[in-house]
């Protein structure tokens, strides 16, 4: 069995559009005070880019040594966004536990 | 590995939707966390097996990259999140750039279709100013002395705007020979780090927020980009949702403050000084002493406040308050402008770190019809957000924007360390007002005085 799985440029066309969609429905109507988190999350999700350099650090044969370096610094640094990203994220969401929800103030 | 994916991929997309509620947030974000990690354990395995000493190397990297984030983000005071987020940022871009060069002078990716070629130079293109662009946004949050925007840098930033629009759309239209291709990579990416220092120079204080959303919004662009270069449908659909995150906070900041993000971007009032020097106002101070008084014969308080909170460090002062006037059955709201602080949201978070329960925090438009029934508002650290030229005026600079209407509460104290005017640089008529005072001094030992006066009292 094939384990590799890639797509065609055409797909991630396909798949760009309906995701553009969907990412704007996901999203619309969040409250602000989630605004933040909601941002340092999707900078976490952005160091997926990190993927790129799996790629690329995994095909290379270790005698290109500055190809190498340069996937290892791609690593390092999307690994470093993609982590930090989320444990930040969660940092800040512990803080939000809703205490006593229950006392919520008569509205003025 | 094509279900570990797809599962991933769902995992991915419902941890970003749980985020956007707060019940569920944290639950969203671990999910969202669980998938990458799913997805990057398919691909290493699908992948992984030629070079077999690739892969430790590998998991080093990745163990090093994890333990750097993570001691960042546990050391990181929440006050310097937009720091944080930025640097990050500034990270995500980075590695963009790193890949695409990689991709043509390293690997030898072959770019043999315009397709490809141009995926990888917009993925370069959005790397470079977010990288940049990011590290200037960090170095202005942190207080770092960053030389002016001298008159040149306009010319600078549209010059290199129209480089690299000529440079892509001639790869587009024109016959661009393979051997060539690198070099424009090459010219496009250099140009690209270059204009997101131009870009970002000019703009700082309250557009921050709009141009933290906007860079955000680029590295996502970015890893979308990279996505269909590697074939890796996850690495798209995560882009995209970055992406359009980062959209949809960047207009809403944008409406928040009536700006278009065209004069947001060219730094139109930052510093521009075009208020016109109006007559002196008459200004009606108080102390401490009074207003505590005020404050424990009130029913309904409302705090608006403003990034000078958050620079004064009183939010643990205004917890303190909180509490103290709940003893007294004084009930005390935080009234939260979408733009206050220095990101998104940066003022709830803020709250929230100072123990500040989550339901007395009230956004501008739950409130915003029924001010007349507070009987008094604090505002501490903010200006252009309680002006009610905004609404009134129509020759003000800020007219239009939304603005708390913290004048029609019975009493209003404002809190302030001087006469200086909002980032705006417009009058705040809120100070001809009958019913606005003035408490002069630092934020934080204004509210321990008041404090303390309301124990004795």
Known sequence: MDLSYTITPIDGIFVLALSLLLGFEVIKNIPAVLHTPLMSGSNAISGIILFGGITQLLNTPLEHGWTLAAASLAVILGAINLAGGFFVTHRMLSMFVVKKKTNKPSKP | MVYAYLIATIGLVQGLKFMGDPARAKMGNMLAAASVLL?????????????????????????????????????????????????????????????????????????????????????????????????????????????????????????????????TVYYLV?????????????????????????????????????????????????????GLLFHDPIMIIGGILVGATGVLLTLQMCVAMNRSLGGVLAGKFAGSGSAKPEGEQDIRSITAV???????????????????MAVAQAQRECFALQEMLKQNDVDLHFIIHPVAGRMPGHMNVLLAEANIPYASVLEMSEVNNTMEHYDTVLVIGANDVVNPAAENDPDSIIYGMPIIRAYKAKQVIVMKRSMAKGYSGAVNTLFDRQNCKVLFGDAKSSLEEIINELKRI
Request: proline content about 5%; glycine content about 10%.
């Open chain 2, 290 to 308: 009074e207003t505590a008084s005020m404050l424990a014969f009130s029913k309904q308080v409302a705090v608006v406040p403003g990034y000078g």
């Open chain 2, 174 to 226: 024109m016959p661009v020979d393979i051997g060539f291709y690198p070099t424009l990579l090459l010219a496009i990416s250099i140009v690209a780090l270059l204009y997101g220092v131009f870009l970002t120079l000019p703009i700082g204080g309250a557009d921050m927020p709009v141009l933290i959303s906007l860079l955000n919004a680029l590295t996502g662009v970015a890893t979308m980009m990279a």
């Open chain 2, 39 to 167: 997805a990057l354990v398919a691909l290493v395995i699908a992948t992984g097996w030629s070079h077999i000493a690739n892969v430790f190397l590998l998991l080093a990297l990745l163990a090093v990259g994890t333990f750097i984030g993570n001691i960042w983000s546990n050391r990181v005071a929440m006050t310097e999140m937009p720091q944080l987020v930025s640097i990050f940022n500034a990270l995500g871009g980075a590695c963009a750039v790193v890949l695409g060069l990689n991709a043509v002078y390293g690997v030898g990716t072959p770019v043999d279709t315009k397709l490809l070629g141009s995926v990888l130079i917009l993925a370069n293109l959005f790397g470079g100013v977010a990288f940049t662009g990011s590290l200037v946004a960090f170095l202005k949050l942190d207080g770092r002395k960053l030389p002016r925007p001298a008159p040149v840098q306009k010319i600078l930033a549209r010059t290199s705007l129209a480089l690299l629009l000529i440079a």
